[in-house]
C-alpha cells in the first residue's frame, strides 16, 4: 500500500548533527513532490522544507534555512533531510508528506520521527 | 507564531455542528492560494480532510465541509462524534514568506 515511514530520530546534543530518511513505497515517486513537517512538543504543525517531483526546487522555512537540506534519491525512493547545528527549538516530531501538485494538498502523510536536542 | 490564525479550542455536543475558522491576509489565502485542511491525533500521522478550499479525498465524509471568502477560510463539522476529537489544522501558502504555512491550530472538544 502506499506509504512513506521515517527514521533516523534520536537524541543528539545542541550544535550536532542529523540526518533523517523517509522511506516511500507504493506509489510512484518520481511524480510527487515531498514536505518535511514537524510538531514540537505542546506546540502545532511547522512546514519545514519541501522539494519538488524532480528534485529541482527546494524551499525552507526561515527557521531552518542555511541549516537543513532537503535532498531526495529516486534510486533509492527515499527523502532525506539533513540537520545541521541544531538547537533545542528543532526538537520536534518530524513528518514526511507528499503532494502531487499544491491543489491536491499533502494526502500521504508518515508516522513521524522524534528528534531530541539536548545536552 | 503562524500567519494563520484558529481558535484555540471549540467544543459541541454530539450532533451538533462546529466551524473552525482560519484568519489569514492578502498574502496568503486573500491572494488566492488554496487552503487545505488536516486532522491530526496526536502521535498519528496527520490526515488530509479537505483540499482545494471545498474538495474532500475519497474516503472522508460528508460531514466535513471547507469553504474559503476573501482573507479566511472554515472548516465545520456537522454530526459531531466522539471519534472527532482531534486537533484541526488549515493550510495554505504565504508569498511574503516564500512558503507554506499551517494554522495556528483548533483542538475540537465532543461534550
Known amino acids: 500500500q502506499v506509504q512513506l515511514m521515517e527514521s533516523g530520530g534520536g537524541v543528539v546534543q545542541p550544535g550536532r548533527s542529523l540526518r533523517l530518511s523517509c522511506a516511500a513505497s507504493?506509489?510512484?515517486?518520481?511524480?510527487?513532490?515531498l514536505h518535511w513537517v514537524r510538531q514540537a512538543p505542546g506546540k502545532g504543525l511547522e512546514w519545514v522544507a519541501s522539494?519538488?517531483?524532480?528534485?529541482?526546487?527546494?524551499n525552507y522555512a526561515d527557521s531552518v534555512k542555511g541549516r537543513f537540506t532537503i535532498s531526495r534519491d529516486k534510486s533509492q525512493n527515499t527523502l532525506y533531510l539533513q540537520m545541521n547545528s541544531l538547537t533545542s527549538d528543532d526538537t520536534a516530531v518530524y513528518y514526511c508528506?507528499?503532494?502531487?501538485?499544491?491543489?491536491?494538498?499533502?494526502?500521504?502523510w508518515g508516522q513521524g520521527t522524534t528528534v531530541t536536542v539536548s545536552s | 507564531q503562524s500567519v494563520l490564525t484558529q481558535p484555540p479550542s471549540v467544543s459541541g455536543a454530539p450532533g451538533q455542528k462546529v466551524t473552525i475558522s482560519c484568519a489569514g491576509s492578502?498574502?496568503?489565502?486573500?491572494?488566492?492560494?488554496?487552503i487545505h485542511w488536516y486532522q491530526h491525533f496526536p502521535g498519528r500521522a496527520p490526515k488530509l480532510l479537505i483540499f482545494?478550499?471545498?474538495d474532500r479525498p475519497s474516503g472522508i465524509s460528508d460531514r466535513f465541509s471547507g469553504s474559503k471568502s476573501g482573507t479566511s477560510a472554515s472548516l465545520a463539522i456537522t454530526g459531531l462524534q466522539a471519534e472527532d476529537e482531534a486537533d484541526y489544522y488549515c493550510q495554505s501558502y504565504d508569498s511574503s514568506l516564500s512558503g507554506y504555512v499551517f494554522g495556528t491550530g483548533t483542538k475540537v472538544t465532543v461534550l
Open positions: 482545494a478550499n471545498s
Open positions: 508528506a507528499r503532494w502531487l501538485q499544491y491543489y491536491y494538498g499533502m494526502d500521504v
Open positions: 522539494i519538488s517531483f524532480d528534485g529541482s526546487d527546494k
Open positions: 492578502s498574502s496568503n489565502v486573500g491572494a488566492g492560494y488554496d
Open positions: 507504493g506509489f510512484t515517486f518520481s511524480r510527487y513532490a
